[in-house]
T-cell receptor, first 114, second 114 residues
Framework: DVKVTQSSRYLVKRTGEKVFLECVQD?????MFWYRQDPGLGLRLIYF???????EKGDIPEGYSVSREKKERFSLILESASTNQTSMYLC?????????????FGDGTRLSIL | GNSVTQMEGPVTLSEEAFLTINCTYT??????LFWYVQYPGEGLQLLLK?????DKGSNKGFEATYRKETTSFHLEKGSVQVSDSAVYFC?????????????FGKGMKLTVNP
């Protein structure tokens, strides 16, 4: 089974802090994704990466950056956390080119910015 | 562009009731279609998928048929259980040669009472 592990289930940070959310997958997947999930808005894609050191903006990249130095690890960075970034963050991975292949999700990090 | 529209709920049913969650999509080409489920406190899990017209995906008593003529992928279950209480997301992924990204509906929260 594919395992996608997010480093923290719950995280509390302060406004203005630099926040790192880590995600690791164990299936050698090329593609990795970061989403945020908010009530009434569903899942929105922040960034995704289709290879090491490659990244593409999703639908809501403002205020975020990402890092992919190794294939198995994809980090989401909140450069200067703000209260409107309080949310559930979900990481996912999938194999390349397999349009009929699902994405595999981690359990999520619930981030609160005070 | 590609989009997914689904019933948003929330919906409350009694155990053994029949469930239908409507999902319609707009997409170019021939997308693959997915239903994901999110149990309380967890990430998303793939429930079922269909990759071409008239395909039927099924899992855990749930079924959905890819209807190209009505651009729909409605989720059904004949007799729901308390353990089916969760949030359900419909999603599409463009066909071969398309983006790796999934497009999600906003999700529907289902509560099943004993």
């Amino acid at each position: 089974d594919v395992k996608v592990t997010q480093s923290s289930r719950y995280l509390v940070k302060r406004t203005g802090e630099k926040v790192f959310l880590e995600c690791v997958q164990d299936m050698d997947h090329e593609n990795m994704f970061w989403y945020r999930q908010d009530p009434g808005l569903g899942l929105r894609l922040i960034y995704f990466s289709y290879d090491v050191k490659m990244k593409e903006k999703g639908d809501i990249p403002e205020g975020y950056s990402v890092s992919r130095e190794k294939k198995e690890r994809f980090s989401l960075i909140l450069e200067s956390a703000s209260t409107n970034q309080t949310s559930m963050y979900l990481c996912a991975s999938s194999p390349p080119g397999g349009y009929n292949q699902p994405q595999h999700f981690g359990d999520g990090t619930r981030l609160s910015i005070l | 562009g590609n989009s997914v529209t689904q019933m948003e709920g929330p919906v409350t049913l009694s155990e053994e009731a029949f469930l239908t969650i409507n999902c319609t999509y707009t997409a170019t080409g021939y997308p693959s279609l997915f239903w994901y489920v999110q149990y309380p406190g967890e990430g998303l899990q793939l429930l079922l998928k269909a990759t071409k017209a008239d395909d039927k995906g099924s899992n855990k008593g749930f079924e959905a048929t890819y209807r190209k003529e009505t651009t729909s992928f409605h989720l059904e279950k004949g007799s729901v259980q308390v353990s089916d209480s969760a949030v359900y997301f419909c999603a599409l992924r463009r066909g071969q040669g398309g983006s790796e990204k999934l497009v999600f509906g906003k999700g529907m929260k289902l509560t099943v009472n004993p």
